[in-house]
């Protein structure tokens, strides 16, 4: 089944203590992004990449990480939390981002404390 | 920059009542426009898209078009349903922008019987 996968799916933690949100995809897709949602702010995108070793900046990247040094995953790295970061992210796929639909994640929700 | 603007919502229709969903959008270039669907609990799933002037996406009775010259993507639908109950997300991906995608902030719609 062609999928988006995130783990975990639920995350309380406390500020300060490193993290990482995991996202594997089994589509062979080039396209990877993260979004965080808010209320009232709807989907904001963080970082994206467009293949294997290339990731840039969406708008809101400021206190994350992402590496992609493979097709499959592309993990979220929050190396010193803050309660500003509790949210709802999605990992989302697609195969050429304009042409193509985006395939989403089921979500994680984080709560920094 | 690109941006994508939504209706407010939140939205309540009876069942069989005509639905609309405005958006508009600020792009440098020539955009690709999305409607995606949210349900309780979910990642986003691509309802409908279109990728030129002129364009009708239409998916489950659902549909679009993209107006070049409004600088709108507005949705619709004859005649809802209660399984329609969603928040629904305008969006547009801009390749003059380097494949960024921006979501409007969503609209919550409620089909009561």
């Known amino acids: 089944e062609a999928q988006v996968t995130q783990n975990p799916r639920y995350l309380i933690t406390v500020t300060g203590k490193k993290l990482t949100v995991t996202c594997s995809q089994n589509m062979n897709h080039e396209y990877m992004s993260w979004y965080r949602q808010d209320p009232g702010l709807g989907l904001r995108q963080i970082y994206y990449?467009?293949?294997?070793?290339?990731?840039d900046k969406g708008d809101v990247p400021e206190g994350y990480k992402v590496s992609r040094k493979e097709k499959r995953n592309f993990p979220l790295i929050l190396e010193s939390p803050s309660p500003n970061q509790t949210s709802l992210y999605f990992c989302?796929?697609?195969?050429?981002?304009?042409?193509?639909?985006?395939?989403f994640g089921p979500g994680t929700r984080l709560t920094v404390t | 920059g690109d941006s994508v603007t939504q209706m407010e919502g939140p939205v309540t229709l009876s069942e069989e009542a005509f639905l609309t969903i405005n958006c508009t959008y600020t792009a440098t270039g020539y955009p690709s426009l999305f409607w995606y669907v949210q349900y309780p609990g979910e990642g986003l799933q691509l309802l409908l898209k279109a990728t030129k002037a002129d364009d009708k996406g239409s998916n489950k009775g659902f549909e679009a078009t993209y107006r070049k010259e409004t600088t709108s993507f507005h949705l619709e639908k004859g005649s809802v349903q209660v399984s329609d109950s969603a928040v629904y997300f305008c969006a547009l991906s801009d390749a003059n922008t380097g494949n960024q995608f921006y979501f409007g902030t969503g609209t919550s719609l409620t089909v009561i019987p």
């Open positions: 990449s467009m293949n294997v070793e290339v990731t």
């Open positions: 989302a796929s697609s195969l050429l981002v304009t042409l193509n639909e985006q395939y």
